[in-house]
């Protein structure tokens, strides 16, 4: 950004005082240029809200999945006491999960319930949310012999497991992969060939004007470059970022009321985003 | 609005008494910075389409699978008068679940219809669509119990109830994302640049047309953009809302003509939207 | 249309003989204006195209669906011939539910092949379409009592009636979501501002000249918004609709194939779409 | 084309020699008609190729789709002698219908495999490609009763099936549905549009760069839509086809490889895109 | 690259000292050819990153549904040693499936890993990915014998096997398509008109500026191209790929920890592709 500016004030000069002066670039030329790079950030924009809105899908996805698993469970188990443990004890597994998840894509430090969840448990891995997606497995292995479920149900639930697995990868993916870099440095180079044009088509302005023009433009385009770069990455910890945290609360809530607990997350009314 | 209609009669008059009366930007600037708005509304204008066209898809897919649910009910209940009454409960109960998920959408009171399920049911929740579900489960479990249902079509209703589920989930996403400010925000930015520069631009005009332009073509931007706005939230209870109470009554005259029981709703030919 | 052939004229001969002809204003300034509507006009154009390709879409999987359900009626009905009777009447009744679709679609008055079904079947609906899918419902219910058909193959009927519900459901909502109003009122509206403005730019032209450019090019912007209408609204028994009656009668001929029937319908080559 | 560059030059020399010769319109204007142009080229090239991309996922399917199956009937029927022998029958089968539905497509007479494959069935239909499902739909019925397969088993095969159904008529859909022609008449109607305005704009040129540059541009817009009209029926026996013949053969010596049986087709490199 | 740069400086040369130094194209028309360049290369630089996200799609379905395979074998198994040890050999050779499908998407020879297995199992085939999917089928079989399994569960394994088999498809149908040749070439025919009409649109300029123009930027739209070409083949062994290796090295890693042994492959931090 500085760096920018800085560049702009250089070329700016160069072009009054400069052995360059009597160059003059015609304007048609500069502001084909910007066409260039206009279509160049419609792409990327539109690409990185893709990539946003993907991640806030896939969220949405762990919420309706979330509770289709609890409510599921407790469906397909007996209708008894124990049946009822057993779908408590997925709806608070489940919880812990969506912290997990949130928290490891954030690449945070686990919260307390997480760790407590896994020195209860007795395991451990690098890749906690799976890991309790395998709890989940054993459990369901274990009910199965425990109440003799039908085959069909149990391939229900695990149905939906499968739904969540994917929908972890889908974060996973988002995640990890880096927005092709070439195309950032196609935005920015020609970002820089725009700033050194721009002067030359400027000749018969006054200074202050020349000045000006050649800073808020180039630093227009950067500006929706980095809301760009700033959607692109939903899981970074930013105020633009999913909100996972606030999800995780709101699903545990819900699914504490499916099998009849009070809720344990007091929800807050959102309001990082707009501070923004 | 008017604080930009100001701004462009502040920035016309700047321009031809101030001390800047002598500085000329040249046209083709101005013309590029509309190129790059332009691009950035036609984003906007589509990403908001999509929320819009969206919402629509899942309440077309709820209409779909609330007619699918209780057509299954009623085909793998046994086909005896006890079988029918359960099919009826399902069909009063989807009734009552589209007009509650429509209301909570629209944060609007709870009509008549869904306060008294409620209350007949003894039950209450803060988001009561999902309570409905749930009652849809338990109905299931105590009908399984009772008929000794195949398991096979017991999985096969609770897969349309999870359908149902994930649709409200999307509700719930679109009703609670933010369009991402900052693209508001750079487009009122890039709004003001061009007010601003368009009056140079004109230098050689009447000042009746100066100003007239500087009016007429940020006000174009601003509808495009207000449009917009409204096409994104599309349960803000509005003239361009989804017709959700319209649906929610067809689709409780549809599932009542599945069980045999006559319409509870009369359908009024849709005006509102045309009155915009 | 012609209304705006008059406006031209009209804002044409204003500008030369009125008090406003000694006003100039910029053909830079009235080829943005274009651009803004060049964008809106290909997100109308881009819009409208999608509701069409997809009514072509859902009609697509219809036939596949309607051949998929009768060929499973066929292989999970016993091998006799009380079993192909079923599936003859399962052929016959999907053959007139494409009718009823397509006809109640394009709210014309039901043929004869329809309403002798109902006359037939003694019942009766408003939503005709929904009703025959009642009826497979009933006729599946009652074929699983009489052949003790599994469950499973009954569950999987019933997924194929669901997909046939949801294509059904899905051509409701094209048919009835009205393209937001407000983009076709920007349009106009941007239109005629074109018009206002063009005569004003080409001061320097002949009059003839002028004339006939200032009618050419909205005329053509008005043409490309046409087609986009007329693409938008695929049910409206206009050339460029979806061929639904040739379809049915297609999808009629191969269900009777599938059972072993002779073809019940002559298929003419389409002609009409091309005279357009 | 010929008719274009006829065109062209008949306007350039009308703007020349005849009475028009002191009529000049201003090139921002013709270019601003080519922006218009340049959009709605934009679009026709992007439907193109999406028509022209779907085919391809289609066909992938259609390769994944008959290996699934092949496997399924393999993996299914009991581990013997006979079972294999069903499963080989099915390979068989599978790959004639990828030839038959490449060759239907084509609309081509049928090949030598086909239409032996059709007398031996002692059948015929003018559907080939479904008549050969129906085959696979009774070789299963009548597998299901020698070795009373299990209805969970019997379900998954007609799910392979039905995904087989809706590939084929997916591609049906592509080969049947012309894309609207009003765009192509539009656009053909702009390119003349444009040749018109073209040589008015240029007045102040030499006449030999006039008349080359009045037939390169429009040239270039041809042969972009020439490229969409190719891309966009991807069935028709072209080089730029969906390379379906090449296809069916891998299939086939896929499905073959998995039943254990040696490959009956030679597979050359392709070579005849690169020709184009 | 080079041929274009010994072209712009000849087109340059040729201009000015050749005898069409008197000529002069406005460069309005220039810039209008850049436009419909600008877009076409939209529509390029879009659909080479759409491919190149399916692949990164594709593959992450792939880390998912390994998961969920081993983790569904494990748990449809019975909860014994003997059925510890089948989940073991799934995830072995899912693991296995991983690197050999990377390798044969890139061409490359197989590693150690692949050739051992393929030594060790006794077969081997043209299309070793597909053919491990033959061995899971078979192992599958043999489970179902030696454990009795329930269909259901069967069935279930066997739609994870089909979508591993679609992913793999799909994988294949990116690999082996070629982007429709027909628009590079019309780019790269569109870049020579434009650098061909450049200079004679600068005319007036000084010699230096106009030589440095005409080189950098068509050379700006080389760039963008070129980008372009490395996303759309994502399968090619150069840094832009999708992280192949890497991926299976991970997923391989899961899968061992899902049925509890210890990690075969040390993961590196991914490094590649920043430095390009």
Chains 1, 2, 3, 4, 5 share one sequence.
Request: glycine share 4%; net charge negative; charged share 20%.
């Amino acid at each position: 950004m500085l760096a920018i500016i800085c560049y702009a004030l250089l070329a700016g000069s160069f072009d009054h005082y400069g052995i360059l002066s009597q160059v003059s670039i015609p304007l048609a030329l500069t502001s084909f240029a910007g066409t260039v790079l206009s279509l160049l950030l419609a792409f990327r924009t539109s690409q990185s809200y893709e990539r946003w809105w993907e991640a806030r899908v896939v969220w949405g996805a762990i919420v309706n999945d979330s509770r289709t698993l609890v409510r599921q469970v407790k469906l397909f188990m007996p209708q008894t006491a124990e049946g009822l443990a057993v779908a408590k004890e997925f709806a608070r597994r489940q919880g812990v999960w969506c912290f997990a998840l949130g928290e490891s894509l954030r690449k945070l430090d686990h919260s307390d319930k997480v760790t407590s969840y896994f020195a209860k448990s007795g395991t451990d891995s690098g890749n906690k949310p799976n890991m309790i997606i395998n709890h989940h497995s054993d459990a369901l292995a274990a009910a199965t012999e425990q109440f003799k479920l039908d085959p069909n149900k149990q391939v229900q639930i695990d149905a939906t497991l499968a739904r969540l697995c994917d929908s972890m990868g889908k974060c996973e993916r988002i995640k990890n992969t880096v927005f092709p870099r070439a195309y950032s440095v196609l935005i920015h180079f020609l970002i820089y060939v725009l700033m050194t044009l721009l002067p030359f088509g400027l000749e018969d302005q006054s200074k202050l004007v020349e000045i000006s023009l050649t800073i808020i433009i180039p630093a227009l385009f950067i500006a929706i470059e980095q809301t760009a770069i700033l959607m692109q990455d939903p899981f970074e910890n930013r105020p633009t970022d999913t909100p996972m945290t606030q999800l995780a609360k709101t699903i545990e809530n819900t699914l504490m009321e499916i099998v009849g607990e009070p809720p344990v997350n007091q929800i807050e009314p959102p309001v990082s985003y707009f501070i923004m």
